[in-house]
């Protein structure tokens, strides 16, 4: 019996001292710590954290540390920006001392900058790297270009609408002709726009200025985007799949309805003394016919991999937009191959060979019109259908002896008019290289673009306006090859002498291009037995005709490059390229630019000391760019073969030729020069970049075409010259702070700002200005400043318009009532004319701002991306629109017209069919064109690790809200409108706003 009481208290014993033990483990330790740069000194902010737990903490101001209740055999993931992640395991330690390096690939992060790539840090141009992964969240439907608004000195308007595409411009205007920059993909000069993959691209890079981009010489005067797409990586395959939609809604008029616009008219038709119209019996909200809810999809899946010899990424891509309004779609298909081998012959030879080819299909049904515009010129009274318009087509619009309007009914234009355009095209480059001794490279590069483009234009018979002419139905086919072939050759040489690190490259450029179209038209059409039109032209019946044109343009050019970097303290690089252009006569085909840049890393230095400036970077540059925006034809006279005449004695018709345009053989390069000074700086332990940047760019002989009288034979376009100087200075600014407070937060913030001033320094051939309607661009000033007649608010009394004379006493506007617009006699001569049209403005932004800012909390990210322009003036045309009553359209709601009832309205008196109080160049509608917009707010969450298993490396969804806030006091649909029209660039004439957009994605990757 005791026996088994001793025994009993044994196993019990036992028991407790091993719950004991596990209790004790359970418990685990206390860690104290220090973690310190390769300098000793103390790091603040970092993070350790327990491996694969949620326990962590930050360093204090003394880089110590303490963890509390640790396993004793638990391994520390000690983190920071700017330094490398170390692991640590305690081993049972309970005090650790952790010296970080500094990141390596942070300090060695390459850009490429045309025929080469280099460290970031050894930079002396001016290049803005933009992430891809900015736009993870969202579709991009337009060009490249469209993404990267939140870049300094990047100025980027988008089109709304399917199938357009949006405006780039580099550090402000330098020609008067095509401003967009020089795209560059995988080392070929080619389009990147809507039907190129943007899902595909690994980096992109712009070269703003001369020093960065003068090895592209006369193709670079806007800028140069460089694009680097992806590339197989050595390992097993990965699949990564993504899926995205987004729905789409357009902003809108506060319009009338039915009966407030009755109202409105009927006042206006009173005040001209007239009876109300007879008022058609629709009650049509034109916005809610005509707008509609879009939805984007963009489905992506690409295969990646390789081993030491080979690496392969494939991708496909279907994108489709079926736009926000009535009348347009577009769609997408792509396909891309990039692969490369690679073998060594020895330790000093290295075999490349590989290709980078990508084939795109992109359809787009086109508007016929502008239903931004139709909505507010369609009347509420006139209905979609009329059934009086049976024989007409059957649609409803204006009627002279009813509601009068020349508005457009979008739904008979669209049914009328069909329009649509395609192409296919198969763009890339095939390259080999060849290394030797691992410092001379020679890479020959072929690069291609060829595509096949269709058009197609079906008119139908019937009417959409009032008062519209007959037209028979007609039938176009359109049908164009283009053929680009870019041969390069290459010699790169890198070789590091002891301090001494000297890069540089010699190559030559032969770019040959071909287009072609053919085109005809007849009339018409034939229709089958259930109303549907033919759509090839050999069902069409009269007056046939075609076309036929080809454009033909060569470039040959040489060029080099020279990097030296001193103990990486100084810094100097040299290029040149010489240029000869097939666009020019021979007498003027050749043009130099050459560019010269250096830099100083003061930080280097051996008196430089610091504890809060980690990296300290000068740089200044100065170059020549060249630009050829004319036609590939515009230094050749051009002849017509249109001239017939009978000649003999039978009297036969012989056709003969003439010239019909002039051409100048004068004609030579712009030249556009920039000077650019700078600085880079990383602060605070690397989580502070900074990089600020003044630039003076002036642009000599831009072409622009001079009118000249008829008379001298001139018929076929205005001829260009070298006639004006343009300058553009201004100062770029980007701050972005990373960070993390502890192991399970981090956030980044990134803001930039670009100050921009443009002016007019000469015009050539005695011409004193260029004048728009609306604008002037005088020498000395910008392009397209505001110069308007300025309005002095409403004459209240008939003894107001009395006593508005001019310094004679002359009565200025004396057929005014109570209740019109008061204006301002600029010139005093007492009538109110053009000349009384003064400066109001500017139509260019004086300052752009981008904003990026990112959160990570556990598994969850934040990404918001923010833009805006300050400092102009924009002309709401859709408002000018609403408050003209001479013709009728739709009205604002917001309209308080004067009346003697109400003598302290905000707007003039309407009157029907006059036009005294709503000429078009007044400054009534010029409003303040600032903003800030809210262009994306996404929400992600990564599955956790553990629930992937092994199958999955990679699982995410998200939400992302596109531009559903702006703050402006603009009032028309959209502050950031795209008019493409230099001279008065912030006229809205009523064009296509961005629309607001939900996007729900995810991601997979196995």
């Avoid at 650790?96 to 460290?119: M, N, S």
């Avoid at 001209?272 to 049509?284: C, Y």
């Avoid at 680009?484 to 190559?507: M, R």
């Avoid at 830099?599 to 300290?616: A, P, T």
């Amino acid at each position: 019996m005791k026996k088994q009481i001793f025994n009993l208290s044994k196993g019990v014993l036992s028991v407790l001292l091993w719950t004991l033990s596990l209790c004790l483990y359970a418990q685990g330790i206390t860690v104290r710590g220090v973690v310190t740069d390769t300098q000793g000194e103390p790091l603040v902010g970092v993070t350790v954290q327990v491996e694969g737990t949620s326990t962590g903490t930050v360093t204090d101001m003394d880089g110590n540390f303490v963890l509390q209740n640790v396993p004793s055999n638990a391994t520390l993931e000690v983190s920071y920006v700017g330094m490398t992640t170390q692991v640590v395991s305690l081993n049972g330690r309970t005090s650790v001392r952790i010296t970080l390096d500094e990141d390596a690939e942070l300090l060695e992060e390459v850009v490429v900058i045309g025929y080469q790539t280099i460290r970031k840090a050894d930079l002396t141009g001016s290049v803005s790297v933009f992430n891809p992964d900015e736009m993870k969240n969202t579709i991009v439907t337009g060009t490249v270009g469209d993404a990267l608004g939140t870049l300094p000195g990047v100025t980027v308007r988008t089109a709304g609408a399917p199938g357009r595409e949006g405006k780039v411009e580099i550090r402000g205007t330098g020609t008067f002709g095509n401003s967009t920059p020089l795209y560059v993909v995988d080392g070929v000069v080619s389009g990147a726009n809507r039907d190129f993959n943007f899902n595909d691209i690994e980096s992109i890079q712009v070269l703003k200025d001369a020093s960065a981009a003068a090895i592209y010489g006369s193709r670079a005067g806007n800028g140069v985007i460089i694009i680097t797409t992806k590339q197989g990586k050595e390992g097993k395959m990965k699949i990564d799949v993504s899926s995205r939609a987004t729905m789409q809604w357009l902003p809108r008029y506060n319009l009338t309805n039915r009966d407030q616009w009755i109202e409105l008219n009927d006042l206006a038709f009173a005040n001209a003394g007239r009876q109300p119209a007879n008022h058609f019996d629709g009650n049509t909200d034109w916005q809610e016919e005509v707008f509609k809810t879009g939805i984007v999809q963009d489905h992506n899946i690409s295969f990646s991999g390789g081993n030491s010899g080979s690496r392969y990424f494939i991708s496909g891509n279907y994108q489709h937009n079926s736009g926000t309004t009535i009348g347009t779609q577009s769609e997408r298909f792509t396909l891309r191959s990039n692969t490369s081998a690679t073998r060594d012959f020895g330790d000093n030879v290295t075999f490349r060979i590989g290709e980078n080819i990508t084939l795109s299909h992109f359809a787009v049904d086109e508007l016929n019109t502008n239903p931004i515009v139709d909505v507010y010129r369609m009347l509420p009274t006139i209905p979609v259908y009329d059934e009086n318009n049976a024989a007409r087509g059957g649609y409803g619009y204006g009627d002279g002896s009813r509601d009068v309007t020349f508005g457009t009914n979008p739904f008979a234009k669209e049914d009328f008019e069909d329009t649509k355009n395609s192409n296919l095209r198969v763009r890339g480059n095939l390259f080999t290289e060849l290394e030797l001794l691992k410092a001379l490279k020679y890479r020959f590069n072929l690069g291609f673009d060829f595509s096949n483009d269709r058009h197609s234009y079906l008119r139908k018979e019937g009417y959409w306006t009032y008062n519209q002419p007959y037209d028979p139905s007609s039938l176009n086919k359109n049908q164009a090859q283009y053929q680009g072939l870019v041969f390069d050759n290459t010699l790169e040489y890198n070789k590091k002498i002891g301090k001494h690190d000297i890069s540089a490259v010699l190559g030559t450029s032969y770019f040959t291009s071909t287009y072609e179209q053919i085109w005809g038209t007849k009339n018409d059409v034939l229709m089958t037995s259930d109303g549907r039109y033919f759509d090839t032209l050999d069902a069409a019946l009269s007056n046939p005709k075609t076309g036929n044109y080809r454009d033909l343009q060569k470039l040959f050019s040489v060029f080099g490059r020279v990097n030296y970097n001193y103990d990486e303290r100084y810094l100097l690089s040299f290029t040149m390229r010489r240029d000869e252009s097939s666009k020019f006569s021979p007498d003027n085909r050749v043009g130099y630019f050459p560019s010269v840049s250096a830099g100083w890393r003061i930080s280097n230095e051996d008196f430089f000391e610091s504890s809060w400036i980690d990296d300290l970077k000068i740089r200044a540059n100065y170059g020549v760019l060249g630009n050829s925006n004319i036609g590939v034809w515009d230094w050749v006279s051009f002849i017509t073969t249109f001239p017939q005449a009978v000649f003999g004695t039978g009297q036969n018709v012989h056709t003969g030729m003439t010239q019909i345009r002039l051409a100048n053989n004068d004609l030579k390069w712009e030249r556009l020069t920039q000077l650019n000074v700078g600085f880079d700086a990383m602060l605070l332990n690397n989580r502070l970049n900074l990089a600020v940047d003044y630039f003076l760019k002036e642009t000599k002989d831009v072409l622009a075409p001079m009118q000249i009288l008829m008379v001298t034979g001139n018929n076929g376009g205005n001829p260009y010259v070298n006639a004006v100087t343009l300058q553009n200075t201004g100062v770029e600014l980007s701050a972005t702070w990373r960070d993390r407070i502890n192991s399970d937060f981090g956030y980044s913030i990134n803001v930039n700002g670009s100050f921009l001033k443009n002016k007019i320094t000469e015009i050539a051939y005695n011409l004193k200005q260029f004048t728009q309607w609306d604008t002037k661009s005088l020498p000395g000033e910008p392009i397209g400043e505001w110069y308007l007649i300025k309005t002095d608010g409403l004459f209240r009394t008939q003894e107001e318009v009395y006593v508005h004379t001019n310094s004679e006493g002359k009565i200025i506007q004396p057929d005014a009532k109570p209740g019109d617009v008061k204006y301002i006699d600029y010139n005093d001569d007492g009538i109110i004319t053009d000349d009384d049209r003064q400066h109001c403005g500017s139509t260019i932004p004086k300052f752009e701002l981008g904003m990026n800012l990112g959160f990570e909390y556990k598994n969850f990210d934040l990404q918001i991306q923010m833009g805006g322009a300050f400092g102009h003036k924009s002309f709401n045309g859709p408002r000018s629109a609403f408050d003209r009553f001479d013709d009728n359209s739709n009205y604002r709601v917001s309209y308080d017209p004067w009346t003697p009832e109400n003598p302290n309205a905000k707007d003039p008196r309407p009157i029907y069919a006059d036009s005294r109080n709503v000429r078009g160049n007044q400054d009534r509608w010029l409003e303040n064109g600032s903003y800030l917009k809210v262009k994306q707010m996404a929400l992600g969450y990564n599955l956790p690790k553990s629930m992937l298993g092994s199958t999955f490396s990679n699982i995410r969804v998200y939400v992302n809200a596109q531009n559903l806030i702006t703050f402006t006091s603009y009032t028309g649909l959209d502050p950031e409108f795209l008019n493409t029209n230099i001279w008065d660039r912030s006229y809205d004439g009523g064009y296509f706003p961005n629309p607001y957009g939900v996007t729900f994605g995810a991601q997979i990757s196995f």
